[in-house]
């Protein structure tokens, strides 16, 4: 499975980014995907992702209101949708996928895609 993230850039505080993450590979929709994103010197933090048949949406306490995940099926692609932002957004934002839910807020994640940095000035 390989992901490639794609669609950070600059913005100032308030404004929005789209991300997005597309996979390929035979088994890409065998997982669950999701953000997660590594600001300098800090730990690389869970961000959001679908529960599997995307019945529902977790999304980190530091995110919640102001970002929202979804996907098109049809190209195996999710998108993060970044509203709001603020300079603590400011990070390499990555796509992950793993077995399940649980495992990828736990950050166990089988695959990694490429970063795409996200900065935004104050």
């Known amino acids: 499975v390989q992901l490639q993230a794609s669609g950070g850039g600059l913005v100032q505080a308030g404004g929005s980014l789209r991300l997005s993450c597309a996979a390929s590979g035979r088994a890409a929709s065998s997982y669950v995907m999701g953000w997660f994103r590594q600001a300098p010197g800090k730990e690389r933090e869970f961000v959001a992702h679908?529960?599997?048949?995307?019945?529902?949406?977790y999304y980190a306490d530091s995110v919640k209101g102001r970002f929202t995940i979804s996907r098109d099926n049809a190209k195996n692609t999710r998108y993060l949708l970044m509203n709001s932002l603020k300079p603590e957004d400011t990070a390499v934002y990555l796509c992950?996928?793993?077995?399940?839910?649980?495992?990828?807020?736990?950050?166990?994640?089988?695959?990694w895609g490429r970063g795409t940095q996200v900065t935004v000035s104050s």
């Open positions: 992950a996928a793993a077995t399940d839910p649980r495992s990828l807020r736990r950050g166990f994640v089988r695959y």
């Open positions: 679908f529960s599997w048949k995307a019945v529902s949406t």
